[in-house]
């Protein structure tokens, strides 16, 4: 089934593993007493009815929202795509957003934007996602297909780990970074929490949000050895 007119969405958050840049699991990063996961799947909740959380500790998250649904990989250390098909596999409905716990900036004027030209085309496509001005393809904050969980799992069988080789195998819609100015443009909407540095740029980010009283009651919390690099 290719996305058309007035289907639902499903939404799928990838949370990871230990990082090596950063030093540690990103997805225990807690924002308004929620872990970074959960406080994304929440906004995502506002416009969509059903999210998967993929993760490879799922007891961090057995006092979460109960909207909220929470799965392992079935294909383990296979990356992205592994998460992408472990989502997938568990979404109510044929076309799921997928983003990452690291990939903070939900915009949900951007979701909105996505259904709406899923919504407006004729002839129907796969999948969508952004092609970069580079030819770099972003697999995140992009659309995929339930009617994939087939392909990706001849690919992942074979060891092919590679997001963009799915993207380019199906019929996918690429947007434009023009396309993605009304949104902030790529620097924001992909931002993503790699480093310790990004991570206290972002936590630096929301305090200021809090201070201009959108988030008057939010608690930042990360991992007390990280805690210590943002305070020396």
């Not at 997938?88 to 990452?100: D, N, R």
Request: net charge positive; with cysteine.
């Amino acid at each position: 089934m290719t996305i058309r007119r007035k289907n639902r969405m499903s939404a799928v958050v990838l949370c990871g593993g230990k990082s090596q840049r950063a030093g540690f699991d990103k997805q225990t990063i807690r924002i308004g007493g929620k872990l970074i996961a959960e406080w994304i799947a929440c906004e995502l909740l506002r416009v969509l009815d059903d999210v998967t959380l993929v993760t490879s500790q799922p007891d961090l998250y057995r006092d979460s929202d109960t909207r909220i649904r929470v799965v392992e990989d079935i294909y383990p250390n296979m990356g992205p795509l592994g998460g992408i098909h472990a989502g997938l596999m568990s979404c109510e409905h044929e076309i799921a957003f997928v983003t990452a716990c690291d990939m903070p900036n939900i915009d949900l004027s951007y979701l909105r934007f996505l259904k709406r030209e899923a919504a407006r085309s004729k002839n129907g496509f796969d999948a969508m996602a952004v092609r970069l001005d580079n030819g770099m393809f972003e697999p995140l904050q992009a659309l995929y297909p339930k009617r994939a969980v087939p392909q990706i799992e001849q690919m992942l069988s074979c060891g092919e780990r590679k997001t963009a080789d799915l993207l380019q195998r199906l019929n996918t819609r690429y947007l434009s970074e023009e396309d993605l100015i009304p949104f902030g443009g790529k620097e924001t909407l992909f931002f993503n929490m790699n480093t310790p540095e990004e991570i206290r740029l972002y936590i630096a980010k929301m305090q200021m949000r809090e201070e201009k009283q959108l988030h008057p009651h939010t608690e930042y919390l990360i991992p007390r050895k990280v805690v210590r690099r943002f305070t020396r």
